[in-house]
């Protein structure tokens, strides 16, 4: 394994642990007194900050559906993305034991979502409709973690993109299932809490994996067909490809361009 790997899956693990510490902490600590929209804004935040942190690291993806939607976007490896998803599911699990540690054993924390902040459905949304929401939620937040990064993008503003977006998913979907649009955000919670919640915890495996595939299709179909440099350059002699793709018309062309398919 190479070092620039193992740094990448060592940000995955401690991106998706703080994600979980955070976002589902926020659930877990004050859901019933600040309410969805504390909830929505801990995540957003919590995301967004990461992604200007971990980015130029990993790409933090810290979501296995992410990693999926780059993996079909032949962004990285079959290889890369499996050793992506064991750090993120680890670094789900632990972040849910430190929430666990908290509200057991540090000064009585109230857990005031009853299941350590575990999505599940029933009380607000039918199995079958829980499933549609975390698809469309999933497809929603990937396509933009797809489209923001990819080389039409402007430069420097995925990060607030993607924050924006993941606390804008929560807003719809925490009232109805707790939102997961992330496979490792909900598995850590639930073997934790047991259960139902456990029971249940298959379709926010399955739903966001569904959503992160479809938007990887539909984003290859929304987005501009890839030229290399040499073809840039040979329509546009002027034009200047820097890394993130952008071009920059009026300037002197370098000898060499091009950059990395993964995003950060």
Same mark, same amino acid.
């Given at each position: 394994?190479?070092?620039? $790997? ?78 992506? &998803?064991?750090?993120?599911?680890? !670094?789900?699990?632990? /972040?849910?034991? $430190? $929430? ?9 924390? @109230? ?9 599940? &459905? ?44 993941? /606390?804008?998913?929560? #807003? ?25 919640? $456990? ?9 966001? #994996? ?45 000898? @060499?361009? !091009?950059?990395?398919?993964?995003? /950060?």
């Amino acid at each position: 394994m190479s070092r620039t $790997l193992t740094r990448s899956l060592a940000a995955e693990f401690v991106g998706t642990a703080l994600l979980v510490l955070v976002g589902v902490g926020s659930a877990v600590a004050g859901l019933k007194t600040g309410g969805p929209v504390e909830v929505a804004l801990a995540f957003g935040l919590v995301m967004l900050a990461l992604a200007y942190a971990l980015g130029p690291i990993s790409g933090c993806h810290i979501n296995p559906a992410v990693t999926l939607g780059v993996l079909l976007s032949r962004g990285m490896t079959a290889a890369e993305a499996g050793a992506y &998803w064991v750090a993120q599911v680890a !670094g789900g699990i632990a /972040g849910a034991a $430190l $929430l666990q540690a908290l509200t057991s054993g540090f000064g009585g924390v @109230h857990d005031q979502t009853g299941s350590l902040g575990a999505n599940n &459905w029933g009380s607000s949304i039918s199995m079958g409709g829980a499933f549609l929401l975390e698809v469309l939620l999933t497809f929603v937040f990937v396509a933009v973690v797809l489209l923001v990064t990819g080389r039409a993008a402007t430069p420097g503003f995925a990060g607030l993109a993607i924050g924006l977006t993941l /606390g804008a998913v929560h #807003l719809v979907g925490v009232p109805l299932d707790g939102t997961s649009v992330n496979p490792a955000r909900s598995l850590g919670p639930a073997l934790f809490a047991g259960g139902t919640a $456990l029971d249940h915890v298959w379709l926010f495996l399955l739903a966001p #994996l569904v959503g992160g595939g479809i938007a990887a299709a539909v984003v290859r179909l929304l987005s501009p067909p890839a030229l290399t440099p040499e073809a840039v350059l040979e329509a546009e002699p002027n034009v200047v490809v820097d890394e993130t793709g952008v071009q920059v018309p009026g300037q002197p062309a370098p000898r @060499h361009a !091009g950059g990395d398919a993964r995003f /950060g």
